[in-house]
């Protein structure tokens, strides 16, 4: 049985990054994501090209990160830009100071050539 792929944001109030680190120890397998200084419960497929690629890779061939010795994250990544409360209202990807970094169309492509 392979391991699980965790997701977690540092200051997630519904999934305290503490149980994440928790989940990590008690199976040993899995991999976790530690996305640092990050805010929202859903932060997986989101624009964030370090968490997506990891995603898309664990869907498309099981891949999991490397594990890390220790009680940390296996790879830790920055969070995405705090959207800009002064911009036009359903803007989506204009509201990001960055330009969005993962395009839904190349992990539909991953995970099509998976499933092949």
């Not at 040993?28 to 640092?36: D, N, Q």
């Not at 932060?43 to 990160?65: F, H, K, M, Q, T």
């Amino acid at each position: 049985m392979s391991g699980a792929l965790l997701i977690n944001q540092e200051f997630d109030a519904a999934t305290p990054y503490s149980g994440a680190l928790e989940v990590r120890r008690r199976f040993p397998e899995s991999a976790l994501i530690g996305v640092r200084s990050g805010v929202t419960h859903s932060g997986s497929l989101s624009g964030n090209a370090c968490v997506d690629d990891r995603i898309a890779a664990y869907l498309a061939d099981g891949e999991l990160p490397e594990r890390k010795r220790g009680d940390r994250a296996d790879v830790v990544c920055a969070p995405l830009p705090a959207p800009d409360p002064g911009s036009e209202p359903n803007s989506g990807a204009k509201r990001r100071s960055e330009p969005r970094t993962t395009q839904p169309t190349v992990l539909r492509t991953a995970l099509r050539s998976a499933r092949r």
